[in-house]
T-cell receptor, first 115, second 114 residues
């Protein structure tokens, strides 16, 4: 098992609400990437945080936002939830030096259900 | 951006047989190719990875091959066991401006029958 943890494990929200998901990175890692995994699909890149700044973003709207803290833990915030946001949200921790990111280790995920 | 295609989507084998999963990628600048195993309800776990400066890597019953010219890489599992049953994802590291991240295939469900 990796040292990456996520909370909560499960969450049920209704359409239009807002949600915050949390991730603690593995010791020694400085980068957190967030992915959305819909049922039966591979993880899709949402964004990446390095040194407390977003330094890369996938094809997700601005209502998906995040933060990284000085201890390298991270939050993913989703506003105005839609039914299609129902998915497993995974964070992955890694060590980055400049533009090169090493192996990514995943947390257990947060299962979000939007009703 | 990077695009990763993975085949087959489902693979059924008998215990002891070999299993091969193939992936192709589009970005010739990609230089790192990990494979993850995801059991039902669990996190993706890294099982093996390969960098573009080598053509093959082996770890016990698992091996990965990379053909940079053709832009494809494959996972080989020998002497399969029921506990190998899971969804396997290939990925390619894509480089953006000042960062790099993973683009995943859609996964292969491997079923190993006793």
């Amino acid at each position: 098992e990796t040292g990456v943890t996520q909370s909560p494990t499960h969450l049920i929200k209704t359409r239009g609400q807002q949600v915050t998901l949390r991730c603690s990175s593995q010791s020694g890692h400085n980068t957190v990437s967030w992915y959305q995994q819909a049922l039966g699909q591979g993880p899709q890149f949402i964004f990446q945080y390095y040194r407390e700044e977003e330094n890369g973003r996938g094809n997700f709207p601005p209502r998906f936002s995040g933060l990284q803290f000085p201890n390298y833990s991270s939050e993913l915030n989703v506003n105005a939830l839609e039914l299609d946001d129902s998915a497993l949200y995974l964070c992955a921790s890694s060590f980055a030096s400049g533009a090169s990111t090493d192996t990514q280790y995943f947390g257990p995920g947060t299962r979000l259900t939007v009703l | 951006g990077e695009n990763v295609e993975q085949h087959p989507s489902t693979l059924s084998v008998q215990e002891g047989d070999s299993a091969v999963i193939k992936c192709t990628y589009s970005d010739s600048a990609s230089n790192y190719f990990p494979w993850y195993k995801q059991e039902l309800g669990k996190r993706p776990q890294l099982i093996i990875d390969i960098r573009s400066n080598v053509g093959e890597k082996k770890d016990q019953r698992i091996a990965v091959t990379l053909n940079k010219t053709a832009k494809h890489f494959s996972l080989h599992i020998t002497e399969t066991q029921p506990e190998d049953s899971a969804v396997y994802f290939c990925a390619a590291r894509a480089r953006g401006s000042g960062y790099s991240t993973l683009t995943f295939g859609k996964g292969t469900m491997l079923l190993v029958s006793p």
